[in-house]
């Protein structure tokens, strides 16, 4: 055979070329959001075409919905890799991504953001009358424990709605049937950021990490008391490393508002803090890479523990309360206290229970994604898909849905509230001069909600 000349093709770079990339919009409202966003798209568009992998390539446009959550670049940094360009992402209101939408013409646009936000989005994108809509796909970060029926309903609309487990999809499917609402988007494929190597002992390590949330529990009473205990196991065993994950720093928000941090309460922690203690930040799965034994009261992180077969402890401390949320995990044989992992005790998990919950530690975790990924395919092909059609309406919920589709400046119609549009094109000082001004904005409010309001709420409580 004859070499390949430089101007012969290859086969697989021309059928490349000719394929327009399937362009996919993720728009999200916190770093925990963002990360599953951006992994689900990915999950969901590896030969999403059902053509050989590789021969249309995927663009995936990052989108940040301003509001009191919206991750800074550092949060968006310890995220981890997520297969989208942190230095591109960009930060929109709910009227500029719907803008975005009839102008980019995306195939598939991931909505990973509260339940509202996600029932404004569904109206706004019908409102909008697209002639050929993008394939709409929504979810939940991490464990339901909690807002079950409101979350789902305010997620009905969207072509498919992932969950997370067998579990999970069973409960889906029984709300919106229960209201006779259609439950044929609800899908099971599993939280997409699982992984990592599983857990090997290393002689000479021995290192527990407590995985902070940030509203779990809410009373600085009990977020002292699990301190001050996690700092006495850091003592009583001085040749154990004893990490404290924390998901913010001071002023940066999560999903969830964190109204008292860790780190002002270890500042003022009587005694000091052994030298064996220390407070870590970063990427969950490379503090998992090092870890022999992690405790939470009912973080996700015990899905990614239990994935990796790491030893993992659910405390019952506080209680075992729908508050907490470690009410998930009954039946799990993780539930213990601080006192048991004080003399040694690591739990062992219900191989039945773990199944259920989408953690596949069997090694199944590769196709999780297979029947949520055949969907996207069957939608992508069809010459026109269905409008938008929510469970909540005008007509079947008039004193709810209204507000919900105001607070991000849309009326009952979906339509953008007159002044609510901004203009396409505005002057670089003005757009400046507008940042900054939301910038501070935005700074304000988030030193309001973790310093001020705490402070009135104290002052109530005297």
Do not use: C
Request: cysteine-free; proline content about 7%.
């Amino acid at each position: 055979m004859p070499p390949r000349t430089s101007n012969s093709a290859d086969p697989a770079d021309t059928a490349a070329a000719a394929s327009p990339a399937l362009r996919v919009a993720v728009l999200a409202d916190s770093d925990t959001r963002w990360k599953w966003g951006a992994l689900t798209a990915r999950r969901l568009t590896g030969g999403a075409t059902g053509a050989a992998e590789g021969e249309r390539p995927v663009e995936v446009s990052g989108l940040l919905l301003r509001g009191r959550a919206t991750p800074t670049p550092r949060q968006l940094a310890e995220v981890g890799e997520v297969g989208v360009d942190a230095g591109r992402v960009r930060e929109v209101t709910a009227v500029e991504f719907l803008h975005a939408v009839r102008d980019e013409a995306y195939d598939v646009v991931v909505l990973a953001l509260v339940g509202g936000a996600v029932q404004a989005m569904l109206h706004g994108l019908a409102a909008l009358g697209l002639p050929r809509r993008p394939v709409i796909v929504t979810g939940y970060v991490g464990v339901v424990y909690e807002k079950l029926a409101d979350g789902l309903l305010l997620r009905h609309g969207a072509d498919i709605v992932l969950a997370n487990s067998r579990h999970d999809a069973e409960r889906f499917r029984a709300v919106y049937e229960g209201v006779g609402a259609d439950a044929s988007s609800v899908t099971e494929a599993a939280l997409p950021f699982l992984g990592g190597a599983p857990h090997r002992p290393e002689e000479g390590r021995d290192t527990v990490v407590f995985a902070a949330q940030p509203s779990v529990p809410a009373s600085r009473a009990d977020r002292t008391y699990l301190l001050r205990r996690l700092v006495e196991h850091a003592r009583l065993h001085p040749g154990r490393e004893v990490l404290l994950k924390l998901r913010s720093k001071p002023g940066e928000h999560t999903t969830h508002i964190e109204e008292l941090p860790y780190q002002r309460l270890a500042e003022r922690l009587p005694g000091g803090l052994p030298p064996n203690f220390r407070l870590v930040y970063g990427h969950m799965g490379e503090v998992l890479n090092r870890t022999d034994l992690l405790v939470t009261v009912s973080s996700t992180a015990a899905l990614e523990s239990l994935h990796r077969r790491i030893p993992t402890a659910i405390l019952s401390d506080l209680g075992v309360r729908e508050a907490l949320g470690n009410h998930h995990f009954i039946g799990s044989g993780l539930v213990t206290s601080w006192d048991r992992l004080d003399g040694g005790y690591r739990p062992r998990p219900d191989e039945e229970w773990v199944s259920g919950q989408g953690v596949a530690a069997d090694g199944s975790y590769d196709t999780a994604y297979d029947t949520a990924r055949a969907e996207v395919a069957v939608l992508l092909e069809r010459d026109s898909l269905p409008d938008l059609a929510p469970y909540y309406t005008p007509a079947t919920a008039p004193g709810y849905l209204p507000g919900i589709l105001a607070r991000h400046h849309l009326a009952p119609d979906g339509r953008p509230l007159p002044g609510a549009a901004t203009p396409k094109e505005t002057g670089r000082v003005r757009g400046v001069v507008r940042e900054t001004v939301r910038n501070a904005a935005r700074g304000a409010y988030r030193h309001g909600v973790q310093r001020v309001a705490p402070a009135i709420r104290r002052m109530g409580e005297l």
